[in-house]
């Protein structure tokens, strides 16, 4: 291993065994993030979320314009790992295992890096957020209050999630339903209870059409992204009620993923009407349009310039959705996000320490 190698290694190992589930408190990442931001004028943004939980994002800056790379700090639960997902390894193969090793712990060191190798006379900003994985509260807040950004902005960003350095000009965004069914609970043996799954069900109908309008229809389709169609995935929650209980309450959650292209409010219509008549209490999210830039874009055509590689979309949503409020974003970063959100998630250290050199030159190329 080289010397870059064997601290980008550390530095990810050190930040996967620190958890940072987006159910928890992100401060002792933020702070061990922080011991690498030396030569930097740092700005925190604290906040409480309602259920008490401390959260922070970062701000880094050094000089004022230039290019800016953005990583999250949080990762999604640690669900369904049989390994203890908060101890790192490489394996024989050069992987590097742990919750968070793609998305994004590891592209989170290779930034940290970048930050520390850049010469201190070529301009550069970290935007290191959290909350990534729910509502993207750090990248808000930093779009949004950030002091050290009012003046001096970057003038492009780079969200350095996992697309295997692959410029990536635009994503879909998306609305968050949640709908909830109010019945009464009471053991199912009486009779005397009202099941809320029946009420749901109407709905479910109407949101079941509607996926299939959105995979059939290509009037509701967009043939610059893979898939084509606008996603409406369902989740279900009864609340921990048991077989023999008559269901007091249920949720369904949705997602609504569409481009930028698709008019998403005629489908927020329909779901709010479907949830009107089944007597559903509904509310939803309400999102900026999704962050999308011509393929001929000047930090497009430099990404495209320095890796080679054709410009593409992506299905999925990052912190560019509001980062794009400060300066235009691409997203491209190492490693893959084949098995990020899985119980098997890691990341080639090889890919990590190749970005390195990759951002660096487009640091110096932006700074001018």
Same mark, same amino acid.
């Given at each position: 291993?080289?010397v870059?190698?064997?601290?980008?290694v550390?530095?990810?190992?050190?930040?996967?065994?620190?958890?940072?589930?987006?159910?928890?408190?992100?401060?002792?990442?933020?702070?061990?993030?922080e011991?690498?931001?030396?030569?930097?004028?740092?700005e925190?943004?604290?906040?409480?979320e309602?259920?008490?939980i401390?959260?922070r994002?970062?701000?880094?800056?050094?000089?004022?314009?230039?290019?800016?790379f953005?990583?999250?700090?949080?990762?999604?639960?640690?669900?369904?790992?049989?390994?203890?997902?908060?101890?790192?390894?490489?394996?024989?193969?050069?992987?590097?295992h742990?919750?968070g090793?793609?998305?994004?712990?590891?592209?989170?060191?290779v930034?940290?890096?970048?930050?520390?190798?850049?010469?201190?006379?070529?301009?550069?900003?970290?935007?290191i957020?959290?909350?990534?994985?729910?509502?993207? +509260?750090g990248?808000?807040?930093?779009a949004?209050?950030?002091?050290?950004?009012?003046h001096?902005?970057?003038?492009?960003?780079?969200?350095?999630?996992?697309t295997?350095?692959?410029?990536?000009?635009?994503?879909?965004?998306?609305?968050?339903?949640?709908a909830v069914?109010t019945g009464?609970?009471?053991?199912?043996s009486?009779?005397?209870?009202?099941?809320?799954?029946?009420?749901?069900?109407?709905?479910?109908?109407?949101?079941?059409?509607?996926?299939?309008?959105?995979?059939?229809d290509p009037?509701?389709?967009?043939?610059?992204?893979?898939p084509?169609?606008?996603?409406l995935n369902?989740?279900?929650?009864?609340h921990?009620?048991a077989?023999?209980v008559?269901?007091?309450?249920?949720?369904?959650k949705?997602?609504?993923?569409?481009?930028?292209?698709?008019d998403?409010?005629?489908?927020?219509?329909?779901?709010?009407?479907?949830?009107?008549?089944?007597g559903?209490?509904?509310?939803m999210?309400?999102?900026p349009?999704?962050?999308?830039?011509p393929?001929?874009?000047?930090?497009v055509?430099?990404?495209?310039?320095?890796t080679?590689?054709a410009v +593409?979309?992506?299905?999925?949503?990052?912190d560019?959705?509001?980062l794009?409020?400060?300066?235009?974003?691409?997203?491209?970063?190492?490693?893959?996000?084949?098995?990020?959100?899985?119980?098997?998630e890691?990341?080639?250290?090889?890919?990590?320490v190749?970005?390195?050199?990759?951002?660096?030159?487009l640091? +110096?190329?932006?700074?001018?």
């Amino acid at each position: 291993m080289t010397v870059i190698s064997r601290d980008i290694v550390a530095l990810a190992s050190d930040m996967i065994a620190t958890d940072s589930q987006s159910c928890v408190s992100n401060l002792p990442l933020a702070e061990l993030v922080e011991t690498r931001l030396r030569g930097f004028e740092v700005e925190r943004l604290d906040w409480v979320e309602p259920s008490g939980i401390a959260k922070r994002a970062l701000v880094a800056r050094r000089g004022g314009g230039g290019l800016a790379f953005s990583a999250h700090m949080d990762t999604v639960p640690a669900t369904g790992w049989e390994a203890d997902p908060f101890a790192p390894y490489v394996d024989g193969g050069g992987l590097l295992h742990g919750l968070g090793s793609a998305d994004m712990k590891g592209p989170l060191a290779v930034i940290l890096t970048v930050g520390a190798l850049l010469p201190a006379a070529i301009p550069l900003s970290l935007l290191i957020t959290t909350d990534e994985e729910t509502h993207k +509260e750090g990248a808000k807040r930093i779009a949004r209050t950030s002091a050290l950004l009012k003046h001096n902005p970057p003038t492009g960003i780079i969200i350095a999630e996992p697309t295997g350095l692959r410029p990536v000009r635009g994503h879909r965004g998306s609305v968050d339903v949640v709908a909830v069914a109010t019945g009464v609970q009471a053991h199912s043996s009486t009779g005397k209870g009202d099941n809320a799954n029946w009420r749901l069900l109407p709905f479910l109908a109407e949101m079941r059409a509607l996926q299939v309008m959105l995979r059939e229809d290509p009037a509701w389709q967009d043939p610059a992204y893979e898939p084509s169609f606008c996603d409406l995935n369902l989740v279900i929650d009864n609340h921990g009620a048991a077989p023999n209980v008559t269901v007091g309450r249920a949720t369904a959650k949705l997602k609504l993923r569409f481009s930028r292209s698709i008019d998403a409010r005629p489908l927020r219509a329909r779901i709010a009407e479907a949830a009107d008549l089944a007597g559903l209490t509904v509310t939803m999210s309400d999102e900026p349009l999704p962050p999308e830039l011509p393929a001929d874009h000047p930090l497009v055509e430099r990404c495209v310039a320095a890796t080679g590689h054709a410009v +593409e979309t992506a299905p999925y949503g990052t912190d560019a959705t509001y980062l794009q409020e400060i300066a235009p974003c691409v997203i491209m970063g190492p490693g893959s996000i084949a098995t990020a959100h899985s119980p098997f998630e890691r990341t080639p250290v090889r890919a990590l320490v190749d970005a390195v050199p990759l951002f660096l030159r487009l640091a +110096e190329t932006m700074a001018g």
